[in-house]
C-alpha cells in the first residue's frame, strides 16, 4: 500500500523557531486529548437527547448506540483523504452544530411529526448520527499517527486518557445540567481550534459567540424542549418546561400545562400526568394499603411519588427506592402537589438500584408495590422478571403482598401481561388480577398468604369510584396465562417485541 | 513488519490476505461481546448504578492504558493476553452467577476489568507495527459495533449462555486466526 509523502506536524512548525516548535510539538497532543475527552462528552449528551425523540426503547438505545460508534469508523475512513487544512472549518462547523444539536435535532422531528412523517426520524437520525456527531473526533487518531506526530502508543493512551476525563467531568459535573456540560465541551472544542492554528481573531470571534450561545441555551433548550412535547405529546399550546436534564441514566423532562398540570416524561415516554395514570397510583398504592394498614411498605421507583403519598395515609412508614437520583429530586420538587413530600414525616427515599437495594436490606415489608416504566428497555424489563420478585417475596412477611402493573389489559391475546403474570406465579400461591378501565393498565396482587379476598377488593374499588371492572382469582389467572413463560434473565425477548411494537405504532 | 511484509508471498497468499483483514475485525468482535456481556451482568447481578457504569468504564480505559504502555513490553505472546481477558471475564460471570449483588465484590471486578482492558491494549501496540493505524482502528471499531449489536440481540433472545458462549467462540476464531497467520501473535521485541 503507497502512501502520501507528507511532512510531519511537529516538523513543519519547527522552522518557525523554539517557541512556535515547542507549541506546535504540543498541537497534536492537545487535538487528541480533547478529542478523548468530547467524545464521552457528546455521547453523553447525544444518546439520551435521540432516545427521547425516538421515544426511547430497547432498539433505539441499540440504534442510536450503533449510530455512534458507526461515526468512529467513518472518522477512520474520513482521515485518510482529508487534508490537515480542511480541518480548521470542519471544526469550526462542528463546534456549531454540536453546541446546538439538541435545539435542531428536536425542531427536526418537530417539523417531520408537523407534516405527518414521524417515521422518517427513525431513518433520517441515525443516518445523520455518525457523520454529524463522532466522525469529526476519530479523525485524529490516525491522520497525526500517519503524519508522524506520534506513536501509535503515545497518541492513542492520551486519547484514552482523555476519555477517563471525560467520563470525570460527567461523575463531578454532569449533574449540574447541559450548559455546564457544554461550556466543558466548548471549551474542549476551541482548544482543538487552537492546535489547529487558527487564526487568533477567528478564534476569538467563535470563543465569544460560543459564549453568547452557552448564555441563551437554557431559554432555547426549553423552548424547543417544549415545542417538541406540545406537537408529540400533544400537550396545549401554552405548556410550558419546568425542568429538562440528562440524568446518568435517561432524559428526564417536567412540564405543566396552562391548567396547572404537571407531567413527568423518562426518555420522552410518559411516566406521570394522565389521568389513568392517577388511577392507577390509587388502585395500585392507596387501595392494597386501605386494605392491609401496612405497618411497613415499599415503592420501588420514584415517579411522581404520588403512589407514596396514597400510601402513607394508610401505612406506618414508606421507603421509596429509585435508580436516578434526578427522577427523585425533581418528584420533590414539582410534584408535591400530588405526593405532600414537603409535609409527610413517614417516607424516606433511598437512591439505589432496587436489586442491589433488596439483596442487602434484612427489612421486611407487608406491602411493596412497584411503580416502574414497562419493559421497553432490559434494564426495566429486569423488573418484572422472576428472579426479582423472588427477592421482593423474600422480604415481604408471612401475608405481605406485591402490587405490580401489567403493562397492558390482561388478555388470552396479551403476550405482555400474561407473561408478567406467569412470573409471578411462578413465585407467590396467590395471584389476583384486577383491570380497572379508568386505570388504563391491568395490575396484580400477589403474596403467598393473601390477607384480603375478592370481595373486599370489590368493595374498595367501589368506594374509590370504580365501575365496570374486572377481577381474576388465582385459578382465572393461571387460565388466561396458559403457556407464557416467565420472564427471566435468560429470556428476556420480550423487550424485543415491546421496543418493535413500539416503533411499529409510530409508523402506523 | 510492516504492512505489506505482513501479507506473505506464498501459495498462503489469500488465506493470510483474509486472515489480515479479519484479524482486528475479530478482535473488536471479542471486545464488544465482552464489553457488553460484562455490562449486562453487572447491571442485572450487581448494580445498575451509574457508579458500575463507571467503574467499568474507566477500569477497562486504565486497564487499555497499562496495555499500551506496560504491559505490551512483557514476554508474553498476544494471545496470552486474550486469554487473561477471557479468564477475567469467566471469573467475573461465575462470581456474579453464584454471588450475586455481592457488594464487597466490587473490587474484585474493578481489577477484572481492568484485566481484560490490557488486551485491547496490548492487541493495539502490537498491531501498529504491522497494520496502518487507520485500517487498524477501522476494522477492530466495525467488529465491536458487531459485537455491541450482537451481544445485546444474543441476550435478549438467547439469554446468559448467548453472552457466556460466544465470547469464547470468537476468542477460539481470534487464537486460530494469531497461530495459523503467525505474524500476530508477536512477542515484544
Known sequence: MTTRPIQSISTEFSIKGYLASRRMAFAPLILIFFSGMNLILIQWVLVRELTALLFGTELVILLVSAAYFLGISVGYVLSKPIHLNHLKPLAVLTLIVHLTLPIWFRLMVTGLDGVGAYPVAFVLLPLLTPFVVSAFYSIFLPLLIDHQSGSLTELYSLELVGSVCGVAILVMLGGLGLQTVYILYGAGLLAILAALKIKRTWLAFMTVAAGLWLVVLPTLNTWSNTLWYVQLRNLPAGSKTLFSGYSAYQKVDVLETPYGKHYLYLDGLEHFGSYSGERLNVVMGQIPAALLQPPNALVVGAGSMQMEALIAEHTGYVTTVELDPMVGEVSQRYFTRYNHMDTLTNHRLIIDDAKHFLANTHARYDLVATDVPAAFSIQTATLYSESFYQSIADHLTPQGVLVVGLTSTFAPDDLVSRRIAASLLVVFDEVMVITAPSAGWSFAYASNDMPFGRAEVETALQARYETGYVIYDTLAVETVVGDAKPITLDSMNIVLRVSFDRIKSRFE | ?189
Open chain 2, 1 to 189: 513488519m510492516t504492512e505489506s511484509k505482513a501479507v506473505l508471498s506464498s501459495n498462503k497468499m489469500s488465506n493470510s490476505q483474509l486472515l489480515h483483514r479479519v484479524y482486528p475485525l475479530l478482535v473488536g468482535l471479542f471486545l464488544g461481546f465482552i464489553q457488553t456481556g460484562l455490562f449486562f451482568q453487572l447491571s442485572f447481578t450487581f448494580s445498575s448504578s451509574f457508579r458500575t457504569y463507571v467503574m467499568m468504564v474507566i477500569c477497562w480505559l486504565v486497564g487499555s492504558v497499562l496495555g499500551l504502555r506496560v504491559a505490551t513490553k512483557w514476554a508474553v505472546p498476544t494471545n496470552g493476553f486474550l486469554l487473561i481477558a477471557l479468564l477475567a471475564y469467566g471469573i467475573s460471570s461465575v462470581a456474579l452467577h453464584l454471588r450475586p449483588f455481592e457488594t464487597t465484590f466490587g473490587i474484585l471486578y474493578a481489577l477484572l476489568i481492568i484485566l481484560m482492558g490490557i488486551y485491547p491494549g496490548v492487541f493495539f501496540a502490537r498491531m501498529s507495527s504491522i497494520y496502518q493505524a487507520r485500517r487498524l482502528f477501522f476494522q477492530e471499531n466495525n467488529g465491536f459495533i458487531i459485537g455491541l449489536v450482537g451481544a445485546t440481540l444474543l441476550f435478549m433472545l438467547v439469554g446468559r449462555l448467548g453472552i457466556w458462549v460466544s465470547p469464547v467462540l470468537v476468542a477460539g476464531l481470534v487464537t486460530l486466526s494469531g497461530m495459523y497467520g503467525n505474524q500476530y501473535d508477536i512477542h515484544p521485541a
